[in-house]
């Protein structure tokens, strides 16, 4: 960090000796008449009816995080330094405004490249893929590009359908195809962020935006002006590219799927949206703009304990919207999700190592000899015993049932071998309003305020109850947004809500120690919270430079009240819920503007924990976070200490330089 703080203070005693540059401004947005004495735009050529734009961002920046990912002071592996580059490079081709009036056609391209400084594990790394030896499966292993790659964040064609078919509509309309940023409102229900990080029900969320998804869209004017229109669709996941995919054996754990393990074709995530724009009031001062908008996401597979273990058809109705009058403003955004996620039946049966006394065996993980808390089974392949494995029914109801006699021993299912197929109706909604006034004259302060809410539920595919778990049917209340992104708008988040420290929000545990899943979920994101907050924005100038002072306090809360922790059982209480206050948050935001086309920034945050952390302090991490840190563990040791959520106050600082040429 320090290393970063020195070059920008260097860079800022040049700014104020050198020559100003051209003003910041992004690349293919604007459409307004370009002056080539103009020192204020990107580096451009123009030829005729051909115009090419050329635009680079370099983005240097330092963090530093305390207590960010588990707010625990005796935790001393919690503090974070980082220093890091983003650089994009935009390219923008648009053709035909001096002839027609307006851009004909435009192509859009930007490369970027980002890494961690010191870090050759940041830059780029391939997928996950397991190890297999002999019958089992076991663990994952991934590589990484150790060398700073480039690759496409955005690529798309835009073109105007009535010039390209000689079509003489009244309006003007448009198909873009590519790769291209799309959202819904506020980007709640429908975000940019293409498939970065899983989530609550496999679906897919994260505020670092490195690709966009490829897609198309139709847009255009209904009544010009007044009421436009957008029809969009992309492919989020397509496993149906290659006889390797659609031959793949992923589904051999379902019912009924033993001889007819691969995937099959026609597995394709993706995701269409539309959407209108009306403007009834557009005059001098005040402005009014309502979006309606619908969006529907059919995944044919997704995890739920192994892969390919559900699918799910997503549906979100919503309505968004942005007023404008003098010095009064506010906006608003409202969602409600309908569908259902159909979860398989599973054998939750797998062969896998066991050490016996130094051996490694293959054994049956959920069949055992003469009792259920007997050793388990070993696996011999085309044995008696594997083919009564093999063949047993596949129903709940033979949880912890014998399935046969060999030799004398009995072969005896687990309590928890079979979980029977389900569905989760989709009733989750959210809403979200702020709104801002003018202190003064000329608008440079300015004071904000903002309510949100978004509903919330304990993962409907982890019954804390039942060792069976997940056996009937039932709802999830929680909201689903697809892509989601969401950190603020008049008042901005920048720990808790998809900031930089994104301290985890925990479900219930089990209560009882026969449940399968012992370990917590957690919920990120935009669902199961309720926040209110207040911001000041402040746009001053010194010395013929402008900066910007922008103070947030945001308080949350939970919208679904989960268990409490108990510390000794190191289970949930059954009858005890925590408190739902999660905490406050503080943040304050600077810029200043040094040349016309470079600021420097800064950024800090404190989190201050609420009952809700005390109530379930001792916490453990999840599955997936122990498996990652204990990955390099070759002592043999298992009974070390593990970190664990607490409640202490967490703090995060960013600073760094964002030029553009």
């Given amino acids: ?296 996401n059919n995944a044919p597979e997704q995890r739920v304990e192994i892969d390919a273990s559900a699918n799910s058809k997503l549906a979100t109705l919503g309505l968004a919207g942005e007023c404008y009058f003098s010095d009064f403003e506010f906006g608003f955004d409202v969602g409600k999700n309908f569908g259902h996620q159909k979860v398989r039946g599973i054998d939750r049966n797998q062969v896998e190592f066991e050490n016996r006394n130094g051996v490694v065996t293959l054994v049956n993980s959920r069949v055992r000899d003469n009792a259920v808390n007997g050793s388990k089974t070993i696996y011999v392949p085309n044995s008696q015993a594997q083919q009564l494995v093999n063949t047993s029914a596949q129903d709940a109801s033979q949880n912890g049932q014998p399935i046969g006699i060999v030799n004398g021993t009995t072969l005896v299912n687990d309590i928890n071998r079979f979980r029977n197929p389900s569905t989760n109706t989709f009733k989750g909604w959210m809403s979200v309003i702020d709104a801002g006034y003018k202190l003064d004259s000329k608008g440079d302060l300015k004071l904000a305020a903002t309510v949100g809410v978004a509903s919330g539920d304990e993962n409907p595919n982890q019954d804390l109850d039942n060792p069976n778990s997940s056996d009937v049917d039932g709802d999830f209340k929680g909201f689903i947004g697809l892509q989601e992104i969401y950190s603020g708008y008049r008042v901005r988040s920048v720990f808790l809500l998809g900031g930089v420290g994104r301290a985890p929000r925990p479900l219930s545990l089990p209560i009882s120690s026969d449940v399968i899943e012992r370990l917590p979920s957690v919920v990120s994101g935009f669902s199961n919270i309720i926040f209110v907050g207040s911001a000041l924005h402040y746009h001053g100038r010194y010395c013929d430079r402008t900066f910007n002072v922008n103070p947030n306090a945001i308080a949350y809360w939970q919208q679904k009240a989960t268990k409490a922790f108990n510390r000794e059982t190191r289970l949930s209480f059954p009858d005890k819920f925590a408190r739902n206050y999660l905490g406050l948050e503080l943040n304050i935001m600077f810029d200043a503007t040094m040349l016309d086309s470079c600021k420097i920034y800064a950024v800090s945050s404190a989190f201050i924990p609420g009952g809700h952390y005390t109530d379930i302090k001792g916490t453990p991490l999840t599955r997936e976070e122990l498996r990652l840190i204990d990955r390099p563990d070759a002592t043999g040791i298992t009974n070390d200490l593990n970190p664990l959520l607490s409640d202490n106050i967490a703090f995060t600082f960013n600073v760094g330089i964002e030029y553009r040429f």
Wanted: include cysteine; charged fraction near 20%; aromatic fraction near 18%.
């Fill in 1 to 296: 960090m320090f290393f970063n703080l020195f070059y920008i203070f260097l860079f800022i005693f040049t700014c104020f000796n050198t020559i100003s540059l051209a003003e910041d401004k992004k690349v293919g947005r604007d459409h307004s008449a370009i002056t080539k004495s103009s020192a204020k735009e990107p580096l451009f050529v123009h030829l005729g009816n051909l115009e090419f734009r050329t635009q680079i961002k370099f983005r240097p920046e330092s963090f530093y995080l305390k207590n960010a990912n588990l707010l625990n002071n005796l935790n001393r592996s919690d503090k974070i330094i980082v220093n890091r580059h983003t650089i994009d490079f935009n390219f923008n081709l648009l053709y035909g405004k001096d002839f027609f009036g307006y851009d004909v056609s435009e192509f859009f391209l930007t490369f970027r490249n980002k890494g961690v400084w010191g870090n050759t594990e940041s830059i780029a790394q391939t997928t996950d893929t397991n190890l297999k030896i002999l019958e089992a499966v076991f663990g994952e292993h991934r590589h990484f590009i150790s060398r700073h790659i480039i690759w496409i964040r955005e690529l798309w064609l835009k073109f105007c359908i009535n010039n390209a078919f000689g079509v003489n509509f009244e309006n003007k309309h448009f198909f873009t195809l590519g790769a291209f940023p799309f959202e819904l409102g506020r980007g709640i229900s429908l975000g940019n962020a293409f498939a970065v990080g899983p989530r609550v029900l496999g679906f897919y969320s994260n505020n670092v935006i490195d690709q966009y998804a490829f897609g198309f869209k139709f847009s255009g004017d209904v009544v010009a002006q007044k009421l436009l229109y957008d029809f969009y669709g992309a492919i989020l996941q397509n496993k149906s590219d290659s006889l390797a995919n659609t031959a793949l054996k992923v589904r051999g754990q379902e019912f009924g799927r033993r001889r007819l393990q691969e995937r099959g074709p026609g597995v394709i995530d993706f995701v269409v949206a539309g959407r209108l724009r009306w403007y009834p009031i557009q005059e001098p001062g005040s402005k009014v703009i309502f979006e309606p908008y619908i969006l529907y």
